[in-house]
């Protein structure tokens, strides 16, 4: 008997599409046996490579695909539908006006199925895809042919493929939109593992991403054949009545009496039968308790085991003991193998322990031992012994060596290579504790105050680095006088810089403040006014980062630079001749002819040359061009610090163009890296001790330094604190091998007694590199 089939279907609820999609699902499943019989259902998906104009074409193709393809009788499916797919085309080009080359189709997609019985016709034509999903694999039915889209000039001839639907087998037809985003194996997944309808949901929720939107065409719909159960009622029995009008009615002898005495015999039979069997029994049951209470000789019962038994109950009890001794000796041997093995690996890392020790130990002494110091005679000798001895040093960690062994020759080796790599460590001091704030920007104002963005109370404050006392600049909600907009109010705060006298922030609504302290004032004095950019709501959501560069001193008047993902550029804005603003007319893009991705900046630094922290990387531009030739060297301790530096925030020790250094933090190192702006020369590196938990991340910095540059300081924020520490150039020290052994050595190490080096000397500072001259502002 030919399987019964019911199509279980799934597609996307109009409500849920995006007005801007431009395709067209239609599903027929006529009413009309005959129809069904001959036609079958039509499931039909328009597509167009376009927006939401496309729509009302998509529709009317459809429409004329489902008319043509029901109307005519006059052949098969397959004639049926390639006539209605060229209709289809003819009325597209004359009534929609879409682009269309020669030799090339239009931009509308159809892919359609037909499902009649147990037999299955797929056709596509243009940007459409049709899918068949069976036994957990999908096949393509047929190959799309992008090229092949209506109108087109030639008529279209579609590949109509029939084949036998078996139960169990799933048909998608989707736009191809739908599989370039997100791909065919998520789709396939979803149709095998859930219903049609659910499986729908799923690939229109992920085609959204996360509730971001659709962009393009969603149209897709997905068929299940599922098989429909046959029953068969029985008819019941009925009861076939007799023509006799006697039949079934009781005999009766036509002898008068005659029922009655045979009854009144057979009674009496019966009787005279009960009586005799009553007698019978309790006559045998006398002479069975007669002879039950005679005496008897009592009878030994033997009971008799077959030969087959008794051997089986052998053959289970052999097999026991042979288990017994053989989980026995698995167990012993075990023990004693495990016993020995262990004791032998313990001998091997105390063996391997103790020689690394000593050649770390022998290591040390080559570079400082009996009176020499070739960290200052011969650097490049001495970094070779000194990064032999830190790995022999971690080796010794690692098999069961503590860091009490290791402290001794640790320091000295660790101290050696930090003095050949300008390794310095800073002691961290809390400015200013903000609880559990998160603090986001950082800035030094141009009144000697540090600028901080506490994302906690959406608020910008003023700390004076003196007194340590803070002021609420700005405060979400805010409405200052001198605004741009009327009733403008202050929104969450973002990013900050400085310009001129100016403290800029950028809150989440892409609005401009500025914050100008009082003349005179060092207690947080001063005026929030909004600073008009004109084109300031295109920006979106994702600004990166803002600076400034001042173009007159005497006006007071900068430039504004804004880092825009979604323009791909730093946009520059130069300051209006009256003041009053920033205006899109003015607006340049800064990174001509760059092939550079913005989205992955982190920070940025102007001082007539511009700096971006792209994706890790320090990138130095003069006049909108990439220095090429110009990189910020990697520090040399890789011994100690393998990995590679990536960079996050930059700020620097001289505000003029080519003089002084740049310092960048990488939070992989948890170190303050120092170089030269003009070449990009290493210069020192910052760490902090080792039990100190700062460094880890680092969220703003800025370096202040005294008079002539003098005393340079690190400010940064972190963990809710406003941090300080001195960059001075004073001994240097660095992390030590980390000793986390997983079992106690019991063999010490006995170090071979040596001289007390002598004092290293001061090393001597690089000569400072000529600068260039300062580049005119762009």
């Known amino acids: 008997m030919t399987v019964r089939l019911q199509m279980k279907l799934g597609l996307v609820a109009e409500s849920q599409r995006p007005p801007d999609s431009p395709d067209t699902v239609l599903v027929v499943e006529p009413s009309i046996g005959s ?167 799923q690939i229109h929720r992920q085609l959204a991403g996360g509730g971001l939107g659709v962009s393009g065409g969603d149209g897709m719909i997905a068929l299940e054949a599922d098989e429909v159960s046959v029953t068969q009622k029985s008819q019941p029995l009925k009861a076939v009545w007799p023509s006799d009008s006697l039949a079934g009615v009781p005999d009766h002898s036509p002898i008068p009496m005659a029922d009655a005495v045979i009854e009144s015999v057979s009674t009496v039979q019966h009787t005279a039968k009960q009586v005799q069997r009553t007698a019978d029994g ?39 003991i042979v288990g017994l001794l053989l989980v026995l000796t698995v167990v012993g041997a075990s023990l004693w193998y495990l016993a020995g093995t262990r004791q032998n690996l313990n001998i091997d890392r105390q063996g391997r322990a103790q020689a690394a020790y000593l050649q770390a130990e022998s290591d040390e002494i080559a570079v400082l031992g009996n009176g020499r110091d070739l960290v200052t005679s011969d650097p490049a ?54 609880g559990s704030d998160d603090l986001t920007g950082l800035v030094l104002g141009p009144d000697g105050g540090a600028y901080v963005i506490d994302q906690t109370d959406q608020s910008v404050y003023r700390v004076d680095l003196v007194t340590r006392a803070k002021v609420q600049i700005a405060v979400k909600g805010e409405q200052p006088a001198a605004v741009v907009v009327t009733n403008a109010a202050v929104g969450s705060p973002r990013l900050l810089t400085t310009g001129g006298q100016d403290v800029l922030i950028l809150d989440n609504t892409n609005n401009l403040w500025r914050w100008r302290p009082a003349a005179g004032a060092a207690t947080g004095q001063g005026t ?54 920033y205006y899109a007319q003015s607006k340049a893009n800064y990174l001509s002819g760059q092939n550079l991705s913005v989205s992955q900046v982190d ?143 019991s063999v010490k190490p006995t170090p071979t007694p040596k001289p007390t080096p002598t004092p290293k000397p001061t090393p001597t500072p690089k000569p400072t590199p000529t600068p260039k001259p300062t580049p005119k502002p762009t």
């Open 282 to 320: 309790m006559l045998r049951h006398s002479v069975y308790g007669l002879f039950d209470r005679m005496p008897r000789r009592p009878v030994q019962r033997v009971r008799v085991t077959p030969i087959a038994v008794q051997r089986e109950r052998q053959r289970r009890v052999a097999s026991a």
């Open 35 to 201: 129809t069904t019989r001959t036609k079958g259902n039509l499931y039909l998906v328009v597509t167009g490579e376009g927006g939401g104009e496309l729509r009302s074409a998509t529709n009317m193709v459809a429409e004329r695909v489902r008319h043509e393809y029901y109307y005519d009788e006059s052949a098969g499916i397959t004639v049926c539908l390639k006539k209605a797919i060229k209709a289809a085309n003819r009325e597209l080009r004359v009534t929609e006006r879409l682009v269309s080359r020669t030799g090339e189709g239009g931009p509308i997609g159809i892919a359609l199925a037909v499902v009649r019985s147990n037999e299955l016709y797929v056709a596509t034509v243009g940007p459409a895809e049709a899918y068949l999903v069976r036994e957990a694999r999908l096949l393509t039915l047929p190959e799309p042919d992008p090229a092949s889209g209506l109108p087109c000039e030639d008529g279209a001839e579609p590949v109509v493929w029939h084949g036998d639907l078996l139960a169990g087998d799933s048909v998608i037809l989707i736009s191809p939109n739908a599989t370039r985003r997100i791909g065919l194996a998520p789709i396939q997944d979803a149709v095998i593992q859930l219903h049609p309808q659910v499986a729908i949901d």
């Open 381 to 434: 000798t001495a970094k070779t012994y000194l990064e032999d001895a830190y790995k022999n040093l971690q080796i010794a960690s690692d098999n069961g060596y503590t860091s009490a062994d290791l402290d001794v020759l640790s320091s000295e080796v660790v101290g050696g290579l930090n003095h050949l790599f300008d390794v310095n460590v800073i002691t961290p001091q809390v400015v200013l504790s903000f």
């Open 603 to 745: 920070d940025m630094y102007i001082d007539g040359s511009l700096y971006l922290l792209d994706d890790g990387v320090v990138r130095r531009f003069d006049s909108g061009q990439e220095i090429r030739g110009w990189t910020a060297d990697l520090p040399g301790d890789t011994v100690m610090r393998p990995s590679a530096p990536f960079y996050t925030r930059i700020s620097a020790d001289n505000p003029i163009a080519d003089q002084g250094n740049l310092y960048a933090y990488d939070g992989v190192g948890r170190r303050v890296v120092s170089f030269t702006k003009t070449n990009g020369q290493y210069v020192q590196e910052f760490v902090l001790p080792n039990n100190s938990p700062y460094f880890s991340a680092l969220q703003g910095m800025f370096v202040r330094t005294g008079p002539n540059g003098s005393n340079p300081t690190l400010f940064w924020i972190e963990s809710g604190n406003l941090m300080s520490a001195p960059l001075g150039t004073g001994p240097a020290a660095s992390p030590s091998p980390s000793v986390s052994p997983t079992s106690s050595s």
């Open 528 to 581: 929030l006014a909004q600073v008009l950019v004109q084109d300031s709501g295109t920006w979106g959501s994702n600004v990166r980062a803002i600076g400034t560069f001042l173009t007159s001193y005497d006006l007071d008047e900068y430039s504004l630079y804004v880092v825009v993902p979604s323009a791909g550029q730093v946009l520059k804005y130069p300051e209006s001749s009256d003041g009053s603003g």
